[in-house]
């Protein structure tokens, strides 16, 4: 039996993306955002309110990274969904976080987390739907540790998070259920 | 030690949605899609390519559901992104999907799968950026015995599937790491 439970955001499950950006003066911002996704094969779009901190910086810097938080870094990486930094001038130096910059684009990578990003600004969508910053990806870097002999990222090196927004609970991977285009073969 | 590896779509994890439709006669067929993801509170955003029949359905009959695929459904999830509904006519018939019409949009809904959102198309977003289909959220249904006592949807009881792009894997969701807006407190 289904039960109806009214409109709300129910994609599940959603990632846990750091997005960090420098200031006009070079300094770092950095926030937490679970509505991101990949909208073209080497393209991301964030669904981040205009008044962030991070989304001004990037509008003013054209450039961000994206990392993805994994369990070691929960802490700092809540930490930057809740406190603002419009409002916190040291958030960044709060999270403990150690950052370099990218050789990529004009924006901070977070050594402490193992997948980023690395963006230009696209585009700024605004429609009646969305407000997205999208990012092109010029490049992403991984820990070496979590690339597999294959050269490709194997999630099962790290603890990756994901966001539960039923409960606003953040959750690790779990195991592999399955090949994509593959355990469907038996109905093709 | 970080190592490059050059633009790719790195999201992690990505949700497996089943978006279904029907077509001008009340066909259903339905695909699975990772890139989507909320861009408003109310409102999906799916970045799914334009001559995808089920988009074709969905600019016709301005209706859709999204569901989140478990693992008991991972033959037929994974079916739905393999085969083309362009040219295999009983698509939805081989996944042994059961679909009921949903009382709040023309659309139908896979009662095998444990959450959907009811949606109404409401805007086609084309850009040098995207090409998105973003649908209103009438509603959200879901098993009612994956729901707590607090009426909140609760993952631990399903075994919802996420997608894994880098390996093209399906993976379940893991353990609860944390509470969100709480665990970083530490650091306010």
Redesign the interface.
Known sequence: ???????????????V?IVSAYDGDGRINLMNAA???????????L?IDEDHKTTQNILLSKAFT?G?AD?KS??????????SGNKVSDKYA???FHAVRSEHVNAP?I?ELP???ECEL??V?K????Y?I?G?????????GI?GDD?????SKT??????????????????????????????
Not at 74 to 83: E, L, N, Q, R
Not at 151 to 155: A, M, P, S, V, Y
Not at 160 to 188: E, H, I, P, T
């Open positions: 039996m289904k039960k109806d439970l009214g409109p709300m955001p129910a994609v599940c499950p959603m990632p993306l509505w991101g996704m990949i909208c073209q094969t080497d393209k991301i779009a669904f994206v993805l369990r929960i802490v700092p990486a809540d930490y930057v969904g809740m406190a709060r999270t403990g990578i050594d997948v980023t990003m696209a585009e969508v429609t009646d739907s969305m997205a999208v092109r990806i010029v490049n992403v870097c991984a820990e070496e690339i050269g490709k990222i194997d999630i603890d990756l998070l994901m966001f539960d927004q039923f409960r606003w609970s953040y959750n690790v991977l779990g195991d592999r259920a399955g090949k994509a285009c593959s355990v469907g073969k038996a109905l093709m």
